[in-house]
Every structure is written in C-alpha cells, then in structure tokens.
C-alpha cells in the first residue's frame, strides 16, 4: 500500500468521508462513509497527521472528475460572484479609513472572506489571481485581498500560533496600504515613474498605515507592529522576533510575491514561477524561511496562474496538489495555442514545462468557469502524470 498525506480539501464537515483516513503506518482510523460532524475544525485533524491510500484517492478522483466537468456547465454562479465582486467591495471600505464605521466595515469583510476561504481555499486562489493578473481595476484592494488570503494559508502551517494571531496577520494583509490606496491605484495606471511628492508618500505608507489603524480603533498591538514594518522586515529566522514582526516578515514576503503576479501599466506581471523564486529567496540571496512557508502553502503554480505543458499544449492552474510541481492544470489549448471549447477542457496528465506570465497567454477564461472547475473537493495529482516530482517547494526550488 502506498500512502499520501490526506488532501485538506477532501474533508468537510457535515460530509461522508469518501476515503478512509489512515495513519503513517497505513492503519484505518476512520473508515470510509463516516460522516464528519458538523463544526468539526479540519485544520486540527490534518495537522495530526492523517493519511489515505493513494489508490483509493485515485479512485475517487477518476468519480469526482467526471462529475466535476459534468457539473461545471452549470457553473457556480454564487461563489463567482462573490469573489468577482469581492475587491470592488474592499476599495470602498480601504479607500474611507477616516470614515466613523471603517474599522467595524473592515472587520465584517475580512470575517466574511476568510469564513468562505476555510471552505473554498482554491477558489479564492483562483479568483484573485485571475482578477489581479489580468486587470489594474482596483489594484490596491484586490492586492490586500490576494495578500490576506495568501497569509490566511500560510500561517495554517503554524501551530503554535493563536486563531487570534491568524486573524491579526491576515488583517494586516488586507490593510497594511490602508494609507495609500488612491495612489496604488493611481501607480498601477501610470507609465511614468514616481513623482517626488508619490515617493514621499510611498516612503511613508507603512507607519502611515499603523496610524490611520490606530486613529480608527485598532489596538491590537501585533497587528499595528506588523503594519508599521511590513516594508523594513529583514530576512533571518522569525522565531528570535516579537509576533508582530513575525507577522511583517510575513507580509513582506507575500506583499513581494502577490505584486509581481499583478501587472501595472509601468511594467508586465511575472509569471507564477518567477515570483515564486523571489519570494523564496531572501535579500542575503538564501532561502527565507517566511518566502518557504508561502511557497508551501501556494505552491509553485497557484490556482489562477497560465503555464505551457510539456505537450505543448497551454494550461490554468485549478488547484494546488499534493506536491509543490504537481497541481492540477485544465489543458485549455491545443499543441498550436488554438483555444479549446469549454466542453473540451480536461485535466492534464502532462508535467509542467514553463509557467506563463498573463501577457504571453491570450486565451479567454470565463472565471465562472474556471470557479466551477477549481471547486472540487480533492487535490490529488491524476495517477498518469508523468514528469519530475518533487515533495517541497525547497527541492523544486533549489
């Protein structure tokens, strides 16, 4: 019997198991069909260590593909929606940090996304990472929403962290540029590089930020700390440091990824795999702990991301796999780059031969179609994939 580390999204509380959960030595621990109680919290059950038999996810995953792409014609509408209109909701809270109900606003909408984001990680992924590669629409907000997200998954690798210190990072995330808003808007648009009185204010946005925070009622102590360095936080081990400049080391490293995925009218976005190379390595050029952590939770090629197959044919990420270089990618194009048709779509047994930045890959991608895709409860690479594996972001990376 072979075993792989149980895939986070295949559990659901409130849901029949579909595989048994099994421990490092292959024993059953919860057999097959048992249902999952409701409230049941999946992060603690997977941090335990749980396993499955690989052939019995590949297996199941053979059932739930083709249900999967059955289904995704009647694409989830709701939870397009809500991601698609997620950032035009944010800008209007991050713009108004003055306004007398901002604090109580930002904390509904982070509450709100991250209870969605527990259910539908890949989805979220997915989304932001479409929506911030291919438009400067709302660029600051939809940039503090891909961080928040991005830094939500990360620290799920954390256990000696407090559920109060998780949400702490990820609001800083979402509001660390709180006080430059308009202008990260404005930068995005420019071809011209920063005037003097933008400098000034770029200089600046952090501390900023930590005040307009405090001004507006905040007064967790980390969250400020975070904000306030989130640019000067150096590389180096984070366990040496208080929580709040933990977290900044953390924001720094998403804030640097997240960006370069985002393209501006000064410059085109990186491609996924490039970004996740500077995000890795630190400012001395060694591996940052903060930058594997990420690459961990992200992996090489996050959902949203374009990459070309070894086939030749063009693909999307739809969710991250098992391991680093092997998520799940839908084959969208023909050998010649010629678009296939929605019912054509399928996923690829193909390994990963580059990833694309947004501006090489022309195709259109209706998101309510990618969501739908990307919505499946597994993350098991198809049992025909063929290529180079690696088991961390560490090994393909190097």
Known sequence: MRIVPMPYGLLRAGRCLPVALRDGRGGVVVARGTLVPAGTDIGVLIRRGLWADADELERWQRQ???????????????????????????????????????????LRLHDEFTHRLDREPDKALMALIRLASTSTEHYSATHGLLCAVSAALLVRQLSSWSDADRRSLSLAALSMNVW??????ELAKQRSAPTVAQRAVLANHSQGAAKALREAGVQDAAWLEAV???????????????????????????????????????????????????AYLGEDGQPDEAG???????GIYPPGCLVRLASQELGVVLRRGVRANLPDVATISDKSGRALPLEAWRISTQPIAAALAPHEFVLDLPLARLLALAGAPLHMPSA??????????EEALS
Not at 86 to 106: G, S
């Open 292 to 298: 594997m952590l990420l690459i961990r939770a992200l």
């Open 384 to 393: 025909g994939r063929r290529g180079p594996v690696v088991r961390s972001a």
């Open 180 to 185: 430059m808003t308009e202008l990260q808007d």
């Open 228 to 278: 306030a360095h989130h640019h000067d936080a150096v590389a180096g081990p984070l366990c040496s440091r208080s929580k709040g400049l933990q977290m900044a080391r953390v924001l720094q490293r998403v804030d640097l990824f997240t960006a370069r995925l985002s393209p501006r009218r000064s410059r085109p976005a990186m491609s996924a795999s490039a970004a996740a190379q500077a």
């Open 64 to 106: 739930a593909e083709s249900q999967r792409i059955a289904s995704a014609e009647a694409p989830d509408d709701a939870g397009s929606e809500f991601w698609a209109g997620l950032p035009a909701r944010a800008n209007a809270v991050l713009r108004e940090p003055a306004a007398p109900d901002f604090l109580a606003t930002l």
